[in-house]
């Protein structure tokens, strides 16, 4: 029997470019499952309270976003890791110096 895979949501603003690359590079190691969404109310896929509950880990991309997520899903992110990767929205979708930056965020897959 194989161990559940590990649940990764990344967030940003507009779920636009970084968190869906994030979600993207990730979704390719063993073991992982990510989704993304973002903080407006004009997101591709806009943060719920949902995908809160169903990571293992949660990822935003700014200090501005953490914030965000706190003051709404208080009560969700209760017993949840949550962590600022400190990625500036200076990026486009699978830029490779996105892509390098989030693979140096997660070394146990990326040495």
Request: with cysteine; net charge positive; proline share 5%.
């Amino acid at each position: 029997m194989s161990a559940l895979p590990t649940r990764l949501l990344f967030i940003c603003s507009r779920n636009k470019l970084r968190s869906p690359t994030a979600e993207a590079v990730l979704n390719g190691i063993d073991g992982v499952e990510a989704i993304s969404a973002g903080t407006n109310n004009d997101s591709e896929t806009p943060l719920s309270g949902d995908l809160i509950e169903w990571a293992d880990a949660i990822y935003v991309m700014e200090r501005q976003h953490q914030k965000k997520v706190t003051q709404k899903f208080r009560a969700q992110l209760k017993d949840k890791d949550l962590h600022i990767l400190g990625i500036a929205d200076d990026y486009r979708y699978m830029d490779p110096v996105l892509v390098t930056l989030i693979k140096r965020k997660f070394p146990r897959w990326f040495g």
